[in-house]
């Protein structure tokens, strides 16, 4: 099979790949990745010299670079996009160009040529869960409440578009909280992680009450092979950790994974319109495909502070300078 991944070089596309090539060592692989802030090709630097393995540089928006890639592979696997929540509050455009019109340009080419076309979504389009309420599944109703989500939530009915309209083969992807290694430490855990390593404090949005579904990183992909491989061509799956935490209990569990107590948590000010709490009944890809999450939290979140000690050369040089420095002006830490 010859797969175009697209943000192969940021989180959950580099362990992706990774996964991939492991799993079908003779799959041809082609990376397409712009290398913003978030991309590092630190990530796959072990595979660079793999003949199955190539990286091009370049946007999801470029039409004939898209159309160049897109002629020669068999599926197009989309990950990605901007995929920050605060910083699509500070500044929304790239959002809407990479997240809508770039999978608009990924799609005309999808069509254009026939290609099978696998979107990577998040759970976030569903909006927000009250405490009691079941958790999303693929038939809630969407109700983006920020602009990342909102970008998201365009991008999904897109790819559901060109399938009605262009009887597209397509087929969705809508997943909670990742965490793993290679995850960009402006998001919470490796956030938090990388301050107490450097004798920060870590900044707790609000009341800490606010609740995610934490999944690792390699369910997610397991999932998403599965889909490739087996899912119905037109359907949506969602995909879930079955591990709903607070805020606050998170941050105890990532300070007693560090060593840590609890002065080194800063309550600061809220996020804007921030979404209270996030479930995913994930009973359609289990009954249908067999799929459930299978690492534990408390196994993943060791692994993972353990990754980032070891790898502590990949924080320095992943480019979270700047984003360190907003949270020193904001917080004073
Ligand atoms: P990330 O920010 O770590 O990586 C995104 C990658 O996309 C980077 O390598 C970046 O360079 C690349 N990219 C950005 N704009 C591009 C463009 N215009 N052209 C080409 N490449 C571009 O994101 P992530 O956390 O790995 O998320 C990957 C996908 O999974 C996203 O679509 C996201 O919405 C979705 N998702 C993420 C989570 C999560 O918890 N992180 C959960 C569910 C779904
Ligand atoms: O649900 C899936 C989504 O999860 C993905 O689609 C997004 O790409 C991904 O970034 C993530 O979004 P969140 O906004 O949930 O993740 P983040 O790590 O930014 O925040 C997790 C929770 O932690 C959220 O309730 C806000 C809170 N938080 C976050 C940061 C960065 C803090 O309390 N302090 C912080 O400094």
Redo the contacts with the bound molecule.
């Keep these: 099979m010859r797969l175009l991944i697209t943000g192969g070089a940021g989180f959950i596309g580099s362990n992706f790949i990774r996964y991939i090539i492991n799993k079908y060592p003779d799959y041809k692989i082609t990376n397409l990745d712009a290398l913003t802030y978030a991309g590092n090709l630190e990530n796959l630097k072990d595979f660079e010299d793999n003949p199955n393995y190539k990286f091009v540089k370049g946007d999801i928006c470029d039409r004939d670079l898209v159309n160049n890639l897109v002629k020669d592979v068999d599926i197009i696997v989309h990950f990605a996009a901007e995929?920050?929540?605060?910083r699509s509050i500070l500044d929304s455009q790239a959002f809407v160009v990479t997240n809508v019109i770039g999978t608009q340009v990924l799609l005309d080419s999808a069509k254009e040529f026939g290609t099978r076309f696998h979107h990577v979504s998040?759970?976030?389009v569903f909006g927000s869960l009250g405490p009691d309420d079941p958790g999303f599944n693929e038939e809630t109703p969407y109700d983006p409440r920020s602009p990342?989500?909102a970008s998201?939530a365009a991008s999904d009915h897109l790819v559901r578009a060109y399938y009605h309209t262009h009887n597209l083969p397509i087929t969705i992807s809508n997943?909670?909280?990742?965490y793993g290694p290679c995850m960009f430490p402006?998001?919470?855990?490796p956030?938090f992680i990388t301050n107490l390593f450097e004798n920060k404090k870590?900044?707790?949005?609000?009341d800490?009450m606010?609740i995610?579904d934490w999944i690792h990183v390699d369910d997610h992909n397991r999932g998403v092979d599965l889909i490739i491989h087996k899912g119905k061509i037109g359907e949506t799956y969602c995909l879930g950790g079955n591990n709903e935490l607070t805020?606050k209990d998170?941050t105890f569990k990532i300070l007693q994974a560090v060593g840590r107590g609890e002065e080194m948590i800063e309550h600061?000010e809220d996020?804007a319109g921030?979404?209270k709490r996030?479930a995913i009944d994930f009973s359609k890809i289990k009954n249908e495909l067999g799929w459930e999450p299978e690492i534990s939290f408390e196994d993943g979140l060791k692994e993972m502070v353990k990754w980032y000690k070891d790898n502590y050369e990949w924080v320095k040089n992943c480019k979270s300078g700047e984003y360190k420095e907003y949270?020193k002006r904001q917080y004073n830490i």
């Design positions: 995929s920050h929540v605060d998040t759970d976030e990342y989500s998201k997943c909670s909280n990742n402006e998001k919470v855990i956030l870590v900044p707790l949005y609000g800490g606010n995610r805020n998170l600061v996020r921030h979404d996030y949270y």
